[in-house]
């Protein structure tokens, strides 16, 4: 168990519905890493929050947002959903902003299903 | 910019043999650090090992190794005496060192592991 909360686990919606996916860090941790895995994109770094501030921006959507809560935990929110947002959504934290310095501890991902 | 390349979309071992998964990366970084990372049907990655560029010396964690070509921009992951419980994607992985790195992800590689 890497201590790394996701929920939920599974999510079936709608295109043009908006979600947010959660995420709770490991005790200790204070930067929190988002990313899509796809079956053709692979796995895809979105955004990183470091205690409550944006760190690093990567190929994350208009359509998506995120935000990290003075108690550490994260949310993704996904509107406009469309088939193609379809993917597993990994949470990761670590101790330090620097994902080079401190392993990436993963939570277990949120399957997004959009129909 | 840095890439990270995983050829080899699958490989199958016979168990207690030795299988050898097969990466390149691009970098334009001096230091940066490889990493590869395990991800079975349970669907969360877990670090398997860690490299650091700076370092000569090839990691090693018990069944895992790896033969780190700085030059050549090979990180490649050896697993020894491989067990049913490898079966998993495995992905390969680096990260710099300089404002705002990211971890970035090859696409993955399936092993099976035969009984």
Redesign the interface.
Known sequence: D?GVTQTPKHLITATGQRVTLRCSPRSGDLSV?W?QQSLDQ??Q?LI?YYNGEE??K?NILERFSAQQFPDLHSELNLSSLELGDSA?Y?C?SSVVG???YS??H????TRLTVT | AQTVTQSQPEMSVQEAETVTLSCTYDTSENNYYLFWYKQPPSRQMILVIRQEAYKQQNATENRFSVNFQKAAKSFSLKISDSQLGDTAMYFCALCGTGANSKLTFGKGITLSVRP
């Open positions: 890497s890493y990313y692979g796995l770094f990183q760190r690093a990567g597993l990994f990761a620097d994902s080079y392993p990436l993963f939570g277990n991902g």
